[in-house]
């Protein structure tokens, strides 16, 4: 009796079998002979507007770039988009831009001037919505929509003014409080002691900014490392009260660096200023920043913007200030800087 | 449940011993030349149709043999068959230890041997056994790898010809769980995943379930490979070398005393030495492994008990003080008892052990952070099986894990992170198999009670398994399967990365649900001809929750994962042609996966919609053979660039402080995984050949080809270049292997 399939005896259905495979193998090998693969997708041109409304201030900008194919076209000079007309309204009235080149205020690689569109006297309404146009012939139309958030109140009290006047009178911490604004999404608060720098060839108005946290990195060298706060978020807390305090470490020490610095300076003040984010702001900011977050596990970065069908950022803030009139000279006391590296 | 199942037995053995006189035949299915059991070995009464399966011990049970004399057979593929006469004179249980010689003419063992198997194959709809035989049949380079041979079953895809990570029908890479003898590894892969670490000649027999797999398995949502290993030698000493282009090995085993019997095997890597000094490249990769185990076998029962250890070590160093370096190392061992605790009650216990580490060292310049991820676990598994008077078996048991995944980086900010919990893992199941009229089912019932207690959630914390088969014309079956799962471990990389290197493992956190999925699985089998068969079978896997990046993480307070569904769906056909000089086997996998999370859908990158396998081997003479693989998969997904802008960061959030800042160019991307790579195809070639064959000495000799005809298959594409890097091109290599039988 015959095995089918035994050694020597190819079966009729195997050669079937065999003869459709190899025709499998063959089509199949000629199917996919299109090995190519083009990486990068067709390129569509897009725009990317950057434009934060300051109510603290009767100028603002509009930064306007288009998106390129890739790295090997670029060329930094051009990618401004400088057809563009570009346009802010409350509803009521329209404010038109014009363009401008800024000289940058540190020159970097790319040290040439920077094209913006700029808007002068036009100062935003805090608390107002206002909605910008971008429209070019070359590269499209956008629009955007933000607010700008209402104002705020800053107060310090007697006893902390007689701390930042005289900072080792006591060790309590300057402390600034506020309410956050409605709509805020985050806040940023800075203090600053403002000084004249008096030279022979004239007086330069200066400042130095107090650091959040004062990091002795070597007592023996007098070594610093100065941490300044980022933007936080307010958490959605709208009319909540902050309170916010400096080391008065930190504020000692910033004394003593306007001291050092300048042999005949002239103190002027101490200025709290408190600048209050909207969401579209705060948002843009933290996805750009996402490292920041000290929690994240995630090597990611997300790419998020507020502008409808284009990229970038358009938002606003609002800034509120309180200052402390300084005495003209104030004296520093060393040895109580070394107590910080005991 | 339990108890009502041991009252029922215990009822049903009194009803039987008052009315009737039956007895029980057992005992063990063993290999003539080793010693070593034979797992899914048939044992028939002939002339009755009364039979049983040996289970992964070796141990068998017919019971209920009314009083008379029989012939019972025992078979298993590759052995030859032998016949025993019993006589039952009272009640009394009769133990019958077959002991099997090596069959001398080959049959047609590989394609038709699942076949073979009918106690899992018969009932489950996507499990395939995987002897050591068919294993090294199967062509997948310079050197046999068990991941990589399995990966030719229906159902699987791969990224890479140097990974041997795989998903299987639309499942994570994480989510498919290895064991050997009982213990979880979890990094089952040499050099980020170009072998296996699991030296093919130390495992007896795998276990792949692609989905819908019984409740006496766990904790991962897609797929189970199973590996049993092998006791050593018990007849003999003997030891073996084997050198390749790829690494070199030792493999030690035989019997220490009458009841002890041992097996080592250690492998070492040799790529940078043969690669330097052939082809001039450098290769910065290195590796060893080393598995040992005893056995002691009680000559008076059934029992036998055996401790095992595997130790592997990867080291991957940067090519650049800039590029990062990688170590990976697993630590495991076990304690497995199999012994019969009463009459009819069969014990599998095994306690483990396991210390897995991978790093991330990052050099001077590097840009990457450090990082590490370690997983110390402790583990007790128990596996009971209860037989009955009929063929019904039920299988109860549980097991109790603690894993503790501790992951430690430090982040962009410079501050180091470190993250560790430990997840209670305590199971509870049974499983009730019957056989009715040729009907097979098997129902089960996996209660995860750690992750009620963790999660608070039913829902994840009972999974109902379900598979039944049912006779058509011919040999021909119908199964379908349903089964629920969940998995509360998993690992964190980013979701793109083409080969993912450093991948950590964490604890789901309890904000989160944890993983879950649905498999429903409908099929079809049988033979067309006496030496074809045909598998087909359709499948849906459904995913209620997984865990996946947080799309909209804007906020540090977003999170960075969220609980996001899929689906996947498919179907596959699996055909098997064996006659003595030749077998064939062919599969297709049709794939359609899709991910969704807050209304965004989309492909993951392992979504691969045609997947072909084909292979043949042949026999021409004595000694020889010659195996082809050929492999088809169609385009994966892949995100396009579609252009770059200048983002500014706006700086320190200082008023106007973006108006002169310089931006980063952003690469702009399409649609996610919205195109599709070039289809992949490969043919590898191995010819082996017994050069030697003498007493107590056998020299085996191999060539192969990977990458026959040179396909220029796309490995990844630098984004910002366009770059193309291609996988393996054609690759010649050869390996010659010595082993002694004093």
Same mark, same amino acid.
């Given at each position: 009796?015959?095995?089918?399939?035994?050694?020597?005896?190819?079966?009729?259905? $195997?050669?079937?079998?065999?003869?459709?495979?190899?025709?499998?193998?063959?089509?199949?090998?000629? $199917?996919?002979?299109?090995?190519?693969?083009?990486?990068?997708?067709?390129?569509?041109?897009?725009?990317?507007?950057?434009?934060?409304?300051?109510?603290?201030?009767?100028?603002?900008?509009?930064?306007?770039?288009?998106?390129?194919?890739?790295?090997?076209?670029?060329?930094?000079?051009?990618?401004?988009?400088?057809?563009?007309?570009?346009?802010?309204?409350?509803?009521?009235?329209?404010?038109?831009?014009?363009?401008? $080149?800024?000289?940058?205020?540190?020159?970097?690689?790319?040290?040439?001037?920077?094209?913006?569109?700029?808007?002068?006297?036009?100062?935003?309404?805090?608390?107002?919505?206002?909605?910008?146009?971008?429209?070019?012939?070359?590269?499209?139309?956008?629009?955007?929509?933000?607010?700008?958030?209402?104002?705020?109140?800053?107060?310090?009290?007697?006893?902390?003014?007689?701390?930042?006047? @005289?900072?080792?009178?006591?060790?309590? @911490?300057?402390?600034?409080?506020?309410?956050?604004?409605?709509?805020?999404?985050?806040?940023?608060?800075?203090?600053?002691?403002?000084?004249?720098?008096?030279?022979?060839?004239?007086?330069?108005?200066?400042?130095?900014?107090?650091?959040?946290?004062?990091?002795?990195?070597?007592?023996?060298?007098?070594?610093?490392?100065?941490?300044?706060?980022?933007?936080?978020?307010?958490?959605?807390?709208?009319?909540?009260?902050?309170?916010?305090?400096?080391?008065?470490?930190?504020?000692?020490?910033?004394?003593?660096?306007?001291?050092?610095?300048?042999?005949?300076?002239?103190?002027?003040?101490?200025?709290?200023?408190?600048?209050?984010? @909207?969401?579209?702001?705060?948002?843009?900011?933290?996805?750009?920043?996402?490292?920041?977050?000290?929690?994240?596990?995630?090597?990611?970065?997300?790419?998020?913007?507020?502008?409808?069908?284009?990229?970038?950022?358009?938002?606003?803030?609002?800034?509120?200030?309180?200052?402390?009139?300084?005495?003209?000279?104030?004296?520093?006391?060393?040895?109580?800087?070394?107590?910080?590296?005991? | 449940?339990? *108890?009502?199942?041991?009252?029922?037995?215990?009822?049903?053995?009194?009803?039987?011993?008052?009315?009737?006189?039956?007895?029980?035949?057992?005992?063990?299915?063993?290999?003539?030349?080793?010693?070593?059991?034979?797992?899914?070995?048939?044992?028939?009464?002939?002339?009755?149709?009364?039979?049983?399966?040996?289970?992964?011990?070796?141990?068998?049970?017919?019971?209920?043999?009314?009083?008379?004399?029989?012939?019972?057979?025992?078979?298993?593929?590759?052995?030859?068959?032998?016949?025993?006469?019993?006589?039952?004179?009272?009640?009394?249980?009769?133990?019958?230890?077959?002991?099997?010689? /090596?069959?001398?003419?080959?049959?047609?063992?590989?394609?038709?041997?699942?076949?073979?198997?009918?106690?899992?194959?018969?009932?489950?709809?996507?499990?395939?056994?995987?002897?050591?035989?068919?294993?090294?049949?199967?062509?997948?380079?310079?050197?046999?790898?068990?991941?990589?041979?399995?990966?030719?079953?229906?159902?699987?895809?791969?990224?890479?010809?140097?990974?041997?990570?795989?998903?299987?029908?639309?499942?994570?890479?994480?989510?498919?769980?290895?064991?050997?003898?009982?213990?979880?590894?979890?990094?089952?892969?040499?050099?980020?995943?170009?072998?296996?670490?699991?030296? =093919?000649?130390?495992? *007896?027999?795998?276990?792949?379930?692609?989905?819908?797999?019984?409740?006496?398995?766990?904790?991962?949502?897609?797929?189970?490979?199973?590996?049993?290993? *092998?006791?050593?030698?018990?007849?003999?000493?003997?030891?073996?070398?084997?050198?390749?282009?790829?690494?070199?090995?030792?493999?030690?085993?035989?019997?220490?005393?009458?009841?002890?019997?041992?097996?080592?095997?250690?492998?070492?890597?040799?790529?940078?030495?043969?690669?330097?000094?052939?082809?001039?490249?450098?290769?910065?990769?290195?590796?060893?492994?080393?598995?040992?185990?005893?056995?002691?076998?009680?000559?008076?029962?059934?029992?036998?008990?055996?401790?095992?250890?595997?130790?592997?070590?990867?080291?991957?160093?940067?090519?650049?003080?800039?590029?990062?370096?990688?170590?990976?190392?697993? +630590?495991?061992?076990?304690?497995?008892?199999?012994?019969?605790?009463?009459?009819?009650?069969?014990?599998?216990?095994?306690?483990?052990?396991?210390?897995?580490?991978?790093? *991330?060292?990052?050099?001077?310049?590097?840009?990457?952070?450090?990082?590490?991820?370690?997983?110390?676990?402790?583990?007790?598994?128990?596996?009971?099986?209860?037989?009955?008077?009929?063929?019904?078996?039920?299988?109860?048991?549980?097991?109790?894990?603690? /894993?503790?995944?501790?992951?430690?980086?430090?982040?962009?900010?410079?501050?180091?992170?470190?993250?560790?919990?430990?997840?209670?893992?305590?199971?509870?199941?049974?499983?009730?198999?019957?056989?009715?009229?040729?009907?097979?089912?098997?129902?089960?019932?996996?209660?995860?009670?750690?992750?009620?207690?963790?999660?608070?959630?039913?829902?994840?914390?009972?999974?109902?398994?379900?598979?039944?088969?049912?006779?058509?014309?011919?040999?021909?079956?119908?199964?379908?399967?349903?089964?629920?799962?969940?998995?509360?471990?998993?690992?964190?990389?980013?979701?793109?990365?083409?080969?993912?290197?450093?991948?950590?493992?964490?604890?789901?956190?309890?904000?989160? +649900?944890?993983?879950?999925?649905?498999?429903?699985?409908?099929?079809?089998?049988? =033979?067309?001809?006496?030496?074809?068969?045909?598998?087909?079978?359709?499948?849906? +896997?459904?995913?209620?929750?997984?865990?996946?990046?947080?799309?909209?993480?804007?906020?540090?307070?977003?999170?960075?994962?969220?609980?996001?569904?899929?689906?996947?769906?498919?179907?596959?056909?699996?055909?098997?042609?064996?006659?003595?000089?030749?077998?064939?086997?062919?599969?297709?996998?049709?794939?359609?996966?899709?991910?969704?999370?807050?209304?965004?859908?989309?492909?993951?990158?392992?979504?691969?919609?045609?997947?072909?396998?084909?292979?043949?081997?042949?026999?021409?003479?004595?000694?020889?053979?010659?195996?082809?693989?050929?492999?088809?998969?169609?385009?994966?997904?892949?995100?396009?660039?579609?252009?770059?802008?200048?983002?500014?960061?706006?700086?320190?959030?200082?008023?106007?402080?973006?108006?002169?800042?310089?931006?980063?160019?952003? =690469?702009?991307?399409?649609?996610?995984?919205?195109?599709?790579? /070039?289809?992949?195809?490969?043919?590898?070639?191995?010819?082996?050949?017994?050069?030697?064959?003498?007493?107590?000495?056998?020299?085996?000799?191999?060539?192969?080809?990977?990458?026959?005809?040179?396909?220029?298959?796309?490995?990844?594409?630098?984004?910002?270049?366009?770059?193309?890097?291609?996988?393996?091109?054609?690759?010649?290599?050869?390996?010659?292997?010595?082993?002694?039988?004093?």
């Amino acid at each position: 009796m015959r095995i089918p399939g035994s050694l020597g005896l190819w079966p009729f259905h $195997l050669m079937r079998l065999t003869k459709w495979i190899g025709l499998a193998l063959f089509a199949s090998l000629f $199917l996919s002979c299109d090995d190519s693969v083009d990486p990068f997708g067709e390129f569509v041109p897009r725009m990317a507007v950057y434009s934060v409304l300051s109510a603290e201030s009767d100028t603002q900008y509009v930064r306007v770039v288009r998106s390129y194919r890739s790295p090997d076209d670029l060329t930094k000079g051009d990618l401004a988009v400088r057809d563009a007309v570009v346009e802010i309204t409350d509803g009521s009235q329209t404010v038109v831009f014009s363009d401008t $080149l800024l000289e940058r205020s540190e020159p970097s690689e790319f040290g040439d001037s920077v094209f913006v569109y700029v808007a002068r006297g036009f100062k935003p309404v805090p608390g107002t919505t206002y909605t910008l146009t971008v429209t070019s012939p070359s590269a499209g139309t956008i629009s955007a929509t933000t607010r700008v958030p209402p104002k705020s109140n800053l107060s310090t009290d007697y006893s902390q003014n007689v701390v930042i006047r @005289n900072p080792w009178s006591s060790v309590s @911490n300057p402390v600034v409080s506020f309410t956050i604004s409605p709509g805020a999404s985050a806040f940023l608060v800075r203090f600053r002691i403002e000084y004249e720098d008096i030279t022979p060839s004239g007086v330069i108005q200066k400042a130095i900014d107090v650091p959040d946290r004062l990091v002795v990195v070597s007592c023996f060298q007098e070594v610093y490392d100065f941490q300044f706060r980022t933007a936080s978020s307010t958490g959605g807390s709208s009319g909540k009260l902050v309170k916010y305090d400096y080391p008065h470490f930190s504020y000692r020490r910033c004394v003593e660096l306007v001291n050092e610095r300048s042999y005949n300076n002239r103190f002027l003040r101490a200025k709290f200023t408190v600048v209050q984010f @909207n969401d579209e702001w705060y948002k843009y900011y933290t996805s750009a920043r996402t490292f920041q977050d000290r929690f994240s596990i995630r090597i990611d970065q997300p790419d998020y913007s507020p502008v409808p069908g284009g990229l970038g950022v358009f938002g606003g803030y609002v800034v509120d200030t309180i200052s402390v009139n300084l005495p003209v000279v104030m004296q520093t006391s060393r040895p109580d800087l070394w107590s910080a590296c005991e | 449940m339990i *108890r009502v199942s041991f009252l029922f037995l215990y009822a049903t053995c009194l009803f039987y011993s008052a009315f009737a006189q039956q007895a029980d035949i057992h005992g063990t299915v063993s290999d003539s030349t080793t010693g070593e059991r034979i797992p899914y070995a048939n044992v028939i009464v002939l002339g009755l149709s009364k039979g049983s399966a040996a289970n992964t011990a070796g141990y068998y049970r017919i019971p209920s043999l009314p009083l008379g004399a029989y012939d019972i057979q025992a078979s298993a593929v590759g052995f030859e068959k032998r016949t025993v006469r019993v006589v039952v004179l009272d009640d009394k249980t009769i133990t019958v230890n077959f002991v099997l010689p /090596p069959s001398t003419v080959r049959l047609n063992e590989v394609v038709v041997t699942e076949s073979m198997k009918p106690e899992l194959l018969s009932t489950q709809t996507s499990v395939h056994v995987i002897d050591q035989s068919e294993l090294k049949q199967v062509p997948v380079g310079p050197q046999p790898d068990i991941l990589k041979s399995i990966q030719i079953l229906p159902g699987f895809v791969t990224t890479s010809d140097v990974n041997a990570q795989f998903y299987v029908r639309g499942g994570a890479g994480d989510q498919n769980l290895f064991l050997l003898d009982g213990m979880r590894i979890y990094n089952p892969f040499h050099a980020f995943g170009l072998f296996s670490t699991f030296d =093919p000649d130390i495992v *007896r027999t795998t276990e792949v379930y692609t989905g819908a797999f019984p409740s006496d398995f766990g904790g991962r949502l897609s797929a189970v490979v199973n590996m049993i290993s *092998r006791d050593g030698n018990a007849g003999q000493f003997s030891s073996g070398v084997n050198v390749n282009f790829l690494s070199s090995k030792i493999q030690i085993e035989g019997p220490i005393g009458n009841s002890v019997q041992g097996i080592f095997t250690g492998r070492k890597s040799l790529f940078s030495n043969t690669f330097k000094t052939y082809l001039k490249q450098d290769v910065p990769l290195s590796f060893y492994d080393a598995f040992a185990k005893l056995s002691i076998k009680d000559p008076s029962s059934q029992d036998r008990y055996s401790v095992q250890a595997l130790i592997t070590d990867d080291y991957l160093s940067g090519s650049s003080g800039s590029d990062a370096a990688y170590s990976w190392s697993t +630590k495991a061992v076990g304690v497995e008892g199999n012994f019969l605790m009463s009459d009819r009650l069969f014990w599998n216990l095994t306690l483990s052990l396991s210390d897995y580490e991978a790093r *991330r060292i990052v050099g001077e310049f590097g840009s990457a952070p450090p990082g590490r991820s370690t997983i110390s676990e402790f583990g007790l598994r128990a596996n009971i099986t209860s037989y009955t008077d009929s063929k019904d078996i039920y299988f109860f048991g549980f097991e109790l894990d603690f /894993p503790k995944a501790e992951y430690q980086f430090v982040d962009r900010l410079g501050t180091q992170v470190r993250l560790a919990e430990t997840l209670l893992q305590f199971s509870l199941w049974m499983r009730y198999q019957l056989n009715a009229d040729g009907v097979n089912a098997d129902l089960g019932l996996r209660a995860e009670i750690g992750n009620f207690f963790r999660w608070g959630d039913i829902e994840s914390a009972l999974e109902p398994r379900a598979s039944i088969s049912i006779p058509l014309s011919g040999q021909w079956r119908a199964k379908a399967s349903y089964g629920r799962f969940s998995q509360g471990l998993i690992t964190v990389s980013n979701e793109d990365d083409i080969l993912p290197i450093f991948t950590p493992w964490i604890v789901i956190p309890t904000a989160l +649900k944890p993983q879950t999925a649905n498999h429903y699985v409908l099929g079809v089998e049988g =033979p067309l001809t006496p030496v074809l068969s045909a598998t087909v079978q359709a499948f849906y +896997k459904q995913y209620p929750s997984l865990v996946a990046y947080n799309r909209d993480k804007i906020e540090v307070t977003d999170p960075d994962y969220i609980n996001a569904e899929g689906e996947s769906r498919g179907a596959e056909v699996l055909l098997r042609y064996s006659v003595p000089f030749m077998d064939f086997f062919a599969s297709y996998t049709l794939t359609k996966v899709v991910l969704a999370q807050s209304g965004f859908e989309y492909p993951p990158r392992y979504d691969r919609r045609h997947t072909v396998n084909l292979l043949n081997v042949l026999r021409p003479a004595q000694g020889l053979d010659v195996s082809f693989r050929w492999e088809f998969g169609s385009g994966l997904p892949f995100t396009r660039l579609v252009g770059f802008y200048e983002k500014l960061s706006l700086g320190d959030a200082y008023p106007n402080s973006y108006v002169d800042e310089t931006g980063q160019p952003i =690469p702009i991307y399409g649609a996610k995984n919205g195109a599709r790579l /070039p289809t992949y195809h490969r043919l590898d070639v191995n010819v082996n050949y017994i050069l030697l064959r003498l007493p107590g000495l056998e020299a085996k000799i191999g060539a192969g080809v990977t990458n026959a005809y040179d396909r220029k298959n796309i490995f990844y594409f630098d984004r910002a270049t366009g770059r193309r890097t291609n996988m393996l091109r054609f690759f010649p290599t050869a390996a010659f292997s010595l082993e002694f039988r004093p």
